[in-house]
């Protein structure tokens, strides 16, 4: 069984940076790709950046630029470097991974971005 624990701090002033980061662990699991999504009040969960273990990597356009996904050279930790962040990045970033058999998600962390 594959968990993944995130961490990370939360809180930020416009144009400043945070990093989020995802372990994955658990017995004989083979990763195919790990992702960040974000759900903000009201709106549905959305992709915010994915990147397989080949290191092919995909935004979504709001974050192009801005925000940096990377993995670990293990391959099962994955981090979401953001910069000159906004307000409308307040969300609940949500860590995902999949695999052979599995999809599992984080626990969730609150990114607030505010002045």
């Known amino acids: 069984q594959v968990q993944l624990v995130e961490s990370g701090v939360g809180l930020a002033q416009p144009g400043g940076s945070l990093r989020l980061s995802c372990t994955a662990s658990g017995s004989s699991f083979s990763i195919y790709t790990m992702g960040w999504y974000r759900q903000a009040p009201g709106n549905q969960r959305e992709l915010v950046a994915i990147i397989n273990t080949d290191g092919s990597t995909n935004y979504t356009d709001s974050v192009k630029g801005r925000f940096t996904i990377s993995l670990d050279n293990a391959g099962n930790t994955v981090y979401l470097q953001m910069n000159n962040l906004k307000p409308e990045d307040t969300a609940v970033y949500y860590c995902?991974?999949?695999?052979?058999?599995?999809?599992?998600w984080g626990q969730g962390t609150q990114v607030t971005v505010s002045s």
């Open positions: 995902n991974s999949v695999g052979r058999g599995y999809a599992v």
